[in-house]
């Protein structure tokens, strides 16, 4: 089994980006747990990180060649991207959206997603563990 980690705007900050919403641990740091998780779960792991729209998009794409299902945290493309709601609609693998902060418990522009209804679930408010637990997800699925 194969599954994409996706990691949309800003991700790449991880570490110094506003560390006591978003936490101490970097990007790299929460890549490489995953990648030993999928080890346990018997997964094979992608990890990759685009600020630019565009690039998410073609990754999804992409994905529907050779992944089972996409772990992704868009960024603050949540709350404003059709085009990226639209991509999740085009590929016929599962999508479960992540989030390290609890967007409900934030501003109210966050509350609003523009893609948690074309995905599979959403996980958000635990930290680097909202995408361990969707990758768990994920693998049950299959
Ligand atoms: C985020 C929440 C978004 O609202 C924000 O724009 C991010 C990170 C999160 O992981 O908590 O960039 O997706």
Redo the contacts with the bound molecule.
Sequence with gaps: MKYLILHG???NLLGSREPEV?GSMTLDDINNKLIELGKELGAEIKCVQSSHEGALIDALHNARTWANGVVF????F??TSVALRDAISAIQIPVVEV???N?YAREEF?HKSLISGVCKGKITGFGWSSYALALRALTELS
Excluded at 73 to 76: A, I, L
């Design positions: 705007p800003n991700l978003y945290n868009p960024g603050g949540t709350h989030h390290l902060s967007v966050r």
